[in-house]
């Protein structure tokens, strides 16, 4: 992300309001950004990160995983930061083309067509609940591994169900706690992390021959 000093002194203005915290800074620099991007301070209590989800997810992107995300509001917020940074490939599940099956969303039938091709992706959940729930029974099942699971969409009809299976798996994960979330919040957690991956990986890989 490009900053202006504006954009500092917005920064600035969050870190007086959010005070002391618990975060590591990796995962205050994530919490911030999504403060940010939504001025909605609840999010310093809602987002959850399991334990070395960061480093999981800087090793995959440094790696050039797969992203796989599930609409296309977050592939584009993501691929402009990922252009300039990992180049990582990004697949979007309502853009996939699929055969029709009743009972799935084209959503979900498109995650669930990815998951499979890509097994150990990065999957980014920002909108739909039918994807989220295609993603975590082929979690339960052990047919997929993924590097990293970020989960934000707006949750009204599962409450924590979901998120609760995934904190029990050994899936690293990043997700929003509770109904809030959005589009916004996804794209604003992922780029967090492109920035704060490249910062940790991008002199080795420019210097690569």
Same mark, same amino acid.
């Given at each position: 992300?490009?900053?202006?000093?504006?954009?500092?002194?917005?920064?600035?203005?969050?870190?007086?309001?959010?005070?002391?915290?618990?975060? =590591?800074?990796?995962?205050?620099?994530?919490?911030?950004?999504?403060?940010?991007?939504?001025?909605?301070? !609840? %999010?310093?209590?809602?987002?959850?990160? *399991? !334990?070395?989800?960061?480093?999981?997810?800087?090793?995959?992107?440094?790696?050039?995983?797969?992203?796989?995300?599930? +609409?296309?509001?977050?592939?584009?917020?993501?691929?402009?930061?990922?252009?300039?940074?990992?180049?990582?490939?990004? %697949?979007?599940?309502?853009? &996939?083309?699929?055969?029709?099956?009743?009972?799935? @969303?084209?959503?979900?039938?498109?995650?669930?067509?990815?998951?499979?091709?890509?097994?150990?992706?990065?999957?980014?959940?920002?909108? =739909?609940? @039918?994807?989220?729930?295609?993603?975590?029974?082929?979690?339960?099942?052990?047919?997929?591994?993924?590097?990293? +699971?970020?989960? &934000?969409?707006?949750?009204?009809?599962?409450?924590?169900?979901?998120?609760?299976?995934?904190? !029990? *798996? =050994?899936?690293?994960?990043?997700?929003?706690?509770?109904?809030?979330? =959005?589009? +916004?919040?996804?794209?604003?957690? &992922?780029?967090?992390?492109?920035?704060? *991956?490249?910062?940790? %990986?991008?002199?080795?890989? @420019?210097? @690569?021959?």
């Amino acid at each position: 992300m490009e900053w202006h000093i504006t954009d500092a002194q917005s920064l600035s203005i969050i870190d007086q309001e959010v005070g002391e915290h618990s975060f =590591s800074p990796a995962e205050y620099e994530i919490v911030r950004r999504v403060i940010y991007e939504t001025a909605d301070f !609840d %999010y310093r209590n809602l987002i959850r990160f *399991s !334990d070395r989800a960061l480093q999981a997810g800087a090793a995959a992107l440094a790696a050039r995983s797969t992203i796989v995300v599930d +609409v296309p509001m977050v592939q584009v917020g993501v691929v402009s930061n990922l252009q300039k940074t990992f180049a990582n490939p990004v %697949y979007c599940s309502s853009e &996939t083309l699929t055969r029709p099956q009743k009972g799935k @969303t084209r959503t979900a039938w498109g995650i669930e067509t990815l998951a499979k091709r890509y097994p150990e992706a990065i999957f980014v959940v920002g909108q =739909s609940q @039918t994807s989220l729930s295609s993603l975590v029974s082929l979690i339960n099942a052990e047919e997929i591994r993924p590097a990293l +699971v970020i989960i &934000t969409p707006a949750n009204f009809l599962t409450g924590d169900e979901f998120r609760l299976q995934l904190h !029990d *798996s =050994s899936i690293p994960y990043i997700y929003i706690n509770g109904r809030k979330g =959005s589009c +916004v919040v996804a794209v604003a957690i &992922t780029n967090a992390l492109i920035d704060l *991956s490249w910062q940790a %990986y991008g002199q080795d890989m @420019t210097a @690569t021959p």
